[in-house]
């Protein structure tokens, strides 16, 4: 049964010429999970808003959206349950278990109804043990998985999802995923979801719809998607694909499109097998510079009575590095930045600086380092800051608008801008004191495959210019395709570093999809790119 | 085993309450030192520490002032810059720094007992709407006190400069007034999210997960006719020091308001006895 | 229903204040400035509380009072590297220039309240709310005068100072015992004077620092959710 139909939809937001949404046709069964993809700015976000009437962005709409096989029949708010990207910002009162009951005190209900409707949500979405706690205190992913609980406390019929793990880690996204997977599977609930990371989203999906600028391009199975986006050979969407799909492209397949690492490692046995054994080479040692940092046997704890964050960490640092510093949420790897920058104090051991370095840190929120209300004031101010003088100023600005992509942008408020344009208009500003060594802080959150490339570029750009750059990241994929050396953090200690190849060719688990697509036929293959090399592409 | 704390936030609320109107009610000396006894001694089985000292120098500053300022009385102990210094005003300022030192006492219970939940959960009924301010006040509170931390770390580092007071007090306003534009801009997301919950549809109700049990109904049976008696029966209530000070007489009720003014620590301790037995026989 | 509810709460207001003060006076037949000081500020408080409920404001403006309630308390915690340095007053009377009078009163009320969770509730919290509060109400009435002029308004938070601290110690003076003792009182304004010229003196730069940035985003997010007041 068709639970929610979309005819012909148009929109277009106020003073804009560009129609948002320019024909939307799509029709919604009862019970099924549909994705819906495409890049930043195709219109996924302004579709799911529109469904949702309390949201709604004002604007000029046309055509029709029928909810509940019923064109006449209003949906009532509580029928319609929407998660948003940001899992901090939903939040609305102080404790778990009052958000949980946030939406059943507006539907008016009794008291042992909002108990007993609570306490069923807490314990199928496993919130039981952190019920009481304030929800200041909850991490990214429990916040996120908070808000969904409060958004099927009211039950409602079709649960739409804006991007719902763009700001969560891997393994709180997969959470959350499993989480909404099971409410379907055993609620039957309709869930329509938007994301740009495939890998984990199409597992779940039934169907899914692709949608550029403003229109829906193909809807079917992910198998069928897929294979419609290697036909079409659409790059955009293409880096979104799973590992396998993408190596299946690479290396020409043909027939049954590979979707998950099981499939592709059967596709690759079946194709392969007399390639089997073939090995690339660690790249040889990158020429690097000499040791600028050394961290000696650091500990550091923020309480006189916490336990310890980092625990007798070493790490050396040589001029002229990408080095990624990977490990999950909480191992202390934002702390680890600011102890090599010596913004904070180890309580044991030693920073030592090769004399006179300067860093920089683009912090996780990178808008946070702007103070002014439009771009082109801050970065103005932090010249003159700097010692740089009226002329000198502008002829930097134009230089760094350059590098930085910043044309158009520079008069806009600096909250206006989206992820990767306030990463691009921060690392600038950062630039401006041109340090020596340029530490990021999770670069790669909410940032889409094109926004990534991109930075990449940029940090490519600056060793280019003689700069370091350290980088401390959840992103697997990111620090495999482009960082120079690699380390892992764990429990606040590394447990081991090494160049990328090297290094992700020794982790089993810790490691890329490609890696282990490909692992026990090729060795040391880490990217889809090395794969299809290997396969003689 | 705080069982105090399990009561009802209606039940201990009304507790603090009586006792603390009793208190600052009554102006009989004795009244005043039961209610400092019973508020020491909860705040003694409560495992309060911190503030004790401040409550003592409070005490010691009220009473010794108000024989300077106050020269009633006629039983005159000296005289001090041509001043008489009596001792009805010395006991006038005795009584006055116990009674100050027992409401802030019953204060600091009242913070460790009556938490921000209960709070919410009394007033919410009849003030939803400033309920749910203070609820959504006390979320963002510590995340705006990380947030602006961080951003002056940031700030700090960035511009490291700025020594003077004048030029960190300008900092410190600069990175604020970025910090109200974020919170600005994240006040429109979270109105978004009520809305989508349905706020401001309908009659909203507040929910707290805090049961009525008959345990309460007997608190605040005895806090109501506890108040009652020592207003209008006991004759305890008055006391008068000017121009001499009655004299200190047995009073029955003296009796009663002792025994309600150790009754949350009894309570407590009865809970933490009985417990140790429990615990003794698993 | 809505209506009876606003009358009840004006007649708190108009009615119960008074008598409350008059049955402490003359039923009780004693001069308990002390106690009739803390039954004037809980009811006014109430009443004024209770007229908010009432008014069926936006949900948006609802979130708008919380944030700068919590703004205004965090910003005492953020503040407390440099001494005495509190925001307070100055994002109250912001508030109350922007969004008016009820806001401001709210605001004010609130934000003693809430930095009470974090500080310690005590007898105080009442006169806290009630003064803060009514450096709300007034900032609101005279939002005028205020938006006007920068120079007004940093001179009407200084003056704001001056009546917080006094106001405070009129209450420390009353609560010491029977009557007000003039002598008292002046010691006790004597005693807390360097304390009212920080704040004063603290007042006055935090808003010429921030009463311009801030209206201006206020006056943004006013017009963005279309926010009326009184």
């Known amino acids: 049964m068709e639970i929610l139909g979309v005819k012909n939809l148009k929109f277009a937001y106020p003073n804009e010429k560009k129609q948002a949404l320019n024909g939307i046709d799509l029709s919604v069964e009862e019970g099924e999970i549909l994705l819906v993809c495409g890049s930043s700015g195709s219109g996924k976000t302004t579709l799911l808003r529109l469904l949702k009437k309390e949201l709604a962005p004002c604007g000029e709409l046309q055509g029709e959206i029928t909810l509940f096989g019923n064109a006449e029949k209003k949906a009532d708010v509580f029928d319609i349950g929407f998660v948003m990207q940001n899992p901090h910002s939903q939040i609305v009162t102080d404790k778990v278990w009052h958000e949980l009951a946030f939406a059943l005190e507006n539907m008016g209900l009794d008291k042992n109804t909002i108990r007993l409707r609570t306490g069923e949500m807490?314990?199928?979405?496993?919130?039981?043990?952190?019920?009481?706690?304030?929800?200041?205190?909850?991490?990214?992913?429990?916040?996120?998985?908070?808000?969904?609980?409060?958004?099927?406390?009211?039950?409602?019929?079709?649960?739409?999802?804006?991007?719902?793990?763009?700001?969560?880690?891997?393994?709180?996204?997969?959470?959350?995923?499993?989480?909404?997977?099971?409410?379907?599977?055993?609620?039957?609930?309709?869930?329509?979801?938007?994301?740009?990371?495939?890998?984990?989203?199409?597992?779940?999906?039934?169907?899914?719809?692709?949608?550029?600028?403003?229109?829906?391009?193909?809807?079917?199975?992910?198998?069928?998607?897929?294979?419609?986006?290697?036909?079409?050979?659409?790059?955009?969407?293409?880096?979104?694909?799973?590992?396998?799909?993408?190596?299946?492209?690479?290396?020409?397949?043909?027939?049954?499109?590979?979707?998950?690492?099981?499939?592709?490692?059967?596709?690759?046995?079946?194709?392969?097998?007399?390639?089997?054994?073939?090995?690339?080479?660690?790249?040889?040692?990158?020429?690097?510079?000499?040791?600028?940092?050394?961290?000696?046997?650091?500990?550091?704890?923020?309480?006189?009575?916490?336990?310890?964050?980092?625990?007798?960490?070493?790490?050396?640092?040589?001029?002229?590095?990408?080095?990624?510093?990977?490990?999950?949420?909480?191992?202390?790897?934002?702390?680890?930045?600011?102890?090599?920058?010596?913004?904070?104090?180890?309580?044991?051991?030693?920073?030592?600086?090769?004399?006179?370095?300067?860093?920089?840190?683009?912090?996780?929120?990178?808008?946070?380092?702007?103070?002014?209300?439009?771009?082109?004031?801050?970065?103005?101010?932090?010249?003159?800051?700097?010692?740089?003088?009226?002329?000198?100023?502008?002829?930097?600005?134009?230089?760094?608008?350059?590098?930085?992509?910043?044309?158009?942008?520079?008069?806009?408020?600096?909250?206006?801008?989206?992820?990767?344009?306030?990463?691009?208009?921060?690392?600038?500003?950062?630039?401006?004191?041109?340090?020596?060594?340029?530490?990021?802080?999770?670069?790669?959150?909410?940032?889409?495959?094109?926004?990534?490339?991109?930075?990449?570029?940029?940090?490519?750009?600056?060793?280019?210019?003689?700069?370091?750059?350290?980088?401390?990241?959840?992103?697997?994929?990111?620090?495999a395709s482009y960082s120079s050396r690699c380390a892992m953090l764990f429990n606040g200690e590394i447990i081991s570093s090494g160049e990328p190849r090297s290094f992700f060719g020794g982790n089993s688990f810790y490691t890329t999809a490609a890696n282990r697509i490909s692992r026990g036929l090729f060795d040391n293959a880490i990217s889809c790119g090395d794969v299809a090399k290997l396969c003689g592409f | 085993m705080?069982?105090?704390?399990?009561?009802?936030?209606?039940?201990?609320?009304?507790?603090?309450?009586?006792?603390?109107?009793?208190?600052?009610?009554?102006?009989?000396?004795?009244?005043?030192?039961?209610?400092?006894?019973?508020?020491?001694?909860?705040?003694?089985?409560?495992?309060?520490?911190?503030?004790?000292?401040?409550?003592?120098?409070?005490?010691?500053?009220?009473?010794?002032?108000?024989?300077?300022?106050?020269?009633?009385?006629?039983?005159?102990?000296?005289?001090?810059?041509?001043?008489?210094?009596?001792?009805?005003?010395?006991?006038?300022?005795?009584?006055?720094?116990?009674?100050?030192?027992?409401?802030?006492?019953?204060?600091?219970?009242?913070?460790?007992?009556?938490?921000?939940?209960?709070?919410?959960?009394?007033?919410?009924?009849?003030?939803?709407?400033?309920?749910?301010?203070?609820?959504m006040a006390l979320r963002l509170v510590p995340s705006f006190i990380s947030e602006g931390k961080e951003m002056l770390e940031i700030h700090s580092a960035l511009l490291p400069s700025g020594k003077s007071a004048i030029k960190r007090i300008k900092r410190y306003a600069a990175v604020f007034s970025c910090l109200i534009t974020r919170s600005l801009e994240g006040a429109a997301e979270r109105s978004d999210s009520m809305r989508a919950r349905g706020y401001g549809k309908g009659k909203r109700v507040s929910y707290s997960r805090f049961r009525f049990k008959a345990s309460d109904a007997i608190m605040i049976a005895v806090s109501l006719l506890w108040i009652v008696f020592m207003f209008f029966f006991g004759g305890a209530m008055e006391f008068n020091y000017y121009p001499e000070a009655d004299p200190l007489k047995f009073n029955a009720a003296y009796i009663i308001a002792a025994a309600y003014f150790i009754l949350p620590s009894l309570i407590n301790l009865w809970g933490e006895l009985k417990w140790r037995y429990l615990a003794s026989r698993i | 229903m809505k209506s009876l509810k606003k009358t009840i709460s004006l007649i708190l207001l108009a009615v119960a204040i008074p008598a409350a003060v008059i049955i402490l006076f003359f039923v009780l037949g004693r001069e308990r400035y002390d106690i009739a000081s803390i039954a004037v500020a809980l009811l006014s408080t109430a009443a004024f509380v209770l007229a908010f409920e009432r008014n069926s404001a936006n949900g948006r403006l609802v979130v708008l009072v919380a944030v700068m309630t919590a703004l205004s308390v965090a910003g005492r915690f953020i503040f407390s590297p440099i001494a005495f340095f509190k925001p307070v007053t100055a994002i109250v009377i912001i508030t109350a220039v922007y969004f008016g009078s009820e806001s401001g009163y709210i605001t004010g009320a609130f934000c003693a309240l809430l930095s009470n969770f974090y500080f310690g509730q005590g007898p105080w919290t009442p006169f806290q709310m009630t003064v803060w509060g009514l450096i709300g109400l007034l900032s609101g009435l005279l939002s005028?005068?205020?938006?006007?002029?920068?120079?007004?308004?940093?001179?009407?938070?200084?003056?704001?100072?001056?009546?917080?601290?006094?106001?405070?110690?009129?209450?420390?003076?009353?609560?010491?015992?029977?009557?007000?003792?003039?002598?008292?009182?002046?010691?006790?304004?004597?005693?807390?004077?360097?304390?009212?010229?920080?704040?004063?003196?603290?007042?006055?730069?935090?808003?010429?620092?921030?009463?311009?940035?801030?209206?201006?985003?206020?006056?943004?997010?006013?017009?963005?959710?279309?926010?009326?007041?009184?």
């Open chain 1, 122 to 479: 807490a314990s199928f979405l496993g919130i039981s043990s952190w019920f009481e706690k304030k929800t200041s205190e909850l991490s990214g992913g429990q916040l996120q998985i908070l808000n969904l609980a409060s958004v099927m406390a009211m039950q409602p019929r079709i649960l739409l999802l804006d991007e719902p793990v763009s700001q969560l880690d891997p393994i709180a996204a997969r959470e959350f995923l499993n989480a909404v997977m099971r409410l379907n599977r055993e609620m039957g609930t309709t869930v329509i979801m938007t994301e740009h990371r495939l890998e984990d989203a199409f597992v779940l999906a039934d169907r899914v719809a692709v949608m550029q600028d403003g229109m829906i391009k193909c809807v079917g199975a992910p198998r069928e998607v897929s294979e419609r986006i290697i036909a079409e050979a659409d790059e955009e969407m293409f880096a979104s694909l799973p590992a396998a799909a993408r190596i299946f492209s690479m290396t020409g397949g043909k027939g049954k499109c590979p979707l998950n690492v099981r499939e592709g490692r059967a596709y690759l046995k079946e194709r392969f097998s007399d390639r089997a054994g073939a090995k690339l080479n660690s790249k040889e040692n990158e020429k690097t510079g000499d040791k600028l940092i050394r961290l000696k046997d650091l500990r550091f704890r923020y309480l006189k009575n916490s336990e310890d964050i980092i625990k007798d960490l070493s790490l050396d640092i040589y001029s002229g590095d990408n080095l990624c510093i990977l490990g999950a949420n909480g191992v202390g790897k934002s702390t680890l930045l600011k102890l090599i920058c010596s913004r904070i104090k180890p309580y044991m051991g030693s920073v030592k600086h090769k004399k006179g370095l300067s860093f920089a840190l683009l912090p996780q929120q990178a808008e946070m380092v702007f103070l002014k209300d439009s771009l082109i004031e801050d970065l103005k101010l932090t010249c003159l800051e700097n010692g740089l003088g009226k002329e000198d100023a502008e002829n930097k600005i134009d230089g760094l608008k350059q590098i930085f992509r910043l044309e158009g942008l520079l008069d806009r408020h600096p909250y206006d801008l989206s992820g990767g344009e306030t990463q691009r208009a921060a690392l600038a500003k950062l630039m401006i004191c041109r340090p020596d060594v340029m530490l990021l802080d999770e670069p790669t959150k909410g940032i889409d495959p094109a926004g990534k490339r991109e930075l990449a570029a940029l940090v490519e750009n600056m060793r280019y210019d003689g700069m370091t750059v350290v980088t401390v990241t959840h992103d697997i994929e990111y620090a």
């Open chain 3, 144 to 230: 005028k005068y205020l938006k006007k002029n920068t120079a007004i308004l940093a001179l009407w938070g200084g003056v704001a100072g001056v009546i917080f601290s006094m106001v405070m110690d009129v209450w420390t003076t009353l609560w010491a015992e029977e009557g007000f003792n003039l002598a008292r009182y002046f010691t006790n304004v004597s005693f807390s004077l360097p304390i009212m010229a920080i704040y004063a003196a603290s007042n006055i730069i935090f808003l010429l620092l921030l009463a311009k940035p801030i209206g201006k985003k206020l006056e943004r997010i006013k017009t963005k959710y279309g926010i009326i007041t009184n």
């Open chain 2, 2 to 135: 705080q069982r105090f704390s399990a009561f009802h936030p209606l039940a201990s609320f009304l507790y603090f309450v009586s006792a603390l109107c009793v208190t600052m009610f009554s102006r009989n000396i004795v009244i005043a030192a039961l209610s400092l006894a019973g508020a020491m001694l909860f705040y003694a089985v409560l495992g309060l520490r911190g503030g004790i000292w401040l409550y003592f120098i409070i005490f010691i500053l009220t009473a010794l002032s108000n024989p300077l300022f106050s020269h009633n009385g006629v039983t005159v102990l000296f005289f001090l810059n041509g001043n008489q210094i009596t001792l009805e005003a010395v006991i006038y300022g005795v009584y006055l720094g116990m009674m100050i030192m027992a409401v802030l006492m019953w204060f600091s219970c009242y913070n460790d007992v009556i938490t921000s939940d209960k709070f919410l959960c009394l007033f919410g009924s009849v003030m939803p709407k400033a309920a749910l301010i203070i609820s």
